[in-house]
T-cell receptor, first 113, second 114 residues
Framework: NAGVTQTPKFRVLKTGQSMTLLCAQD?????MYWYRQDPGMGLRLIHY???????AKGEVPDGYNVSRLKKQNFLLGLESAAPSQTSVYFC????????????FGQGTRLTVV | AQSVTQLGSHVSVSEGALVLLRCNYS??????LFWYVQYPNQGLQLLLK??????LVKGINGFEAEFKKSETSFHLTKPSAHMSDAAEYFC????????????FGKGTTLSVSS
């Protein structure tokens, strides 16, 4: 099993450009999450989804949009990239909330210049 | 809203010494609590989780954590540190209600010296 796969692994964007990060999971999980990791800030939740067709805002949603058209995929979009969005982005999925384990992708390192 | 606070952004120990990483949670109802580990340039993986079945939880690689409701704490310990334990450790909390997300603390970097 591949688990959680993030595409791409690295990307450099110019300010104002747009891009979409793709997260795919093959575990039939209901919940999917997008986090950003910055030094000293831990992982901060951007958006999450509790099922196909649903999304919800996390702690730091501004500047990002998401879509969950298919259960196995969770897309994170940056419409107009800013240098403040330079970060490592992690996708995760879990069967449910509560006491179930979340499985993480390997991360996407995004630099906005 | 639920949250966790990790005390100490950086902990240094010698090989063979006790490891203690601190985590306190904020929740009106005892939540589900987790410890995850992140090795350099990798994603996170689960070390252990508290699910109310037992207050002392054993995880992988010799780590354990004790849930103390009176102190709202879930500290991570390991009796004897190994060089391979050097990593970043995250405490996380999830609510008991459906639809709640997994929220992480800011992390503690563990350094192990020989």
């Amino acid at each position: 099993n591949a688990g959680v796969t993030q595409t791409p692994k690295f990307r450099v964007l110019k300010t104002g450009q747009s891009m979409t990060l793709l997260c795919a999971q093959d575990m039939n999980h209901e919940y999917m999450y997008w986090y950003r990791q910055d030094p000293g800030m831990g992982l901060r939740l951007i958006h999450y989804s509790v099922g196909e067709g649903t999304t919800a805002k996390g702690e730091v949603p501004d500047g990002y949009n998401v879509s969950r058209l298919k259960k196995q995929n969770f897309l994170l979009g940056l419409e107009s990239a800013a240098p403040s969005q330079t970060s490592v982005y992690f996708c995760a999925s879990s069967y449910a909330t509560g006491n179930t384990e979340a499985f993480f992708g390997q991360g996407t390192r995004l630099t906005v210049v | 809203a639920q949250s966790v606070t990790q005390l100490g952004s950086h902990v240094s120990v010698s090989e063979g010494a006790l490891v203690l990483l601190r985590c306190n949670y904020s929740s009106s109802v005892p939540p589900y609590l987790f410890w995850y580990v992140q090795y350099p340039n990798q994603g996170l993986q689960l070390l252990l989780k508290y699910t109310s079945a037992a207050t002392l939880v054993k995880g992988i690689n010799g780590f354990e954590a004790e849930f103390k409701k009176s102190e709202t704490s879930f500290h991570l310990t390991k009796p004897s540190a190994h060089m391979s334990d050097a990593a970043e450790y995250f405490c996380a909390v999830s609510g008991v209600q459906a639809g709640t997300a997994l929220i992480f603390g800011k992390g503690t970097t563990l350094s192990v010296s020989s």
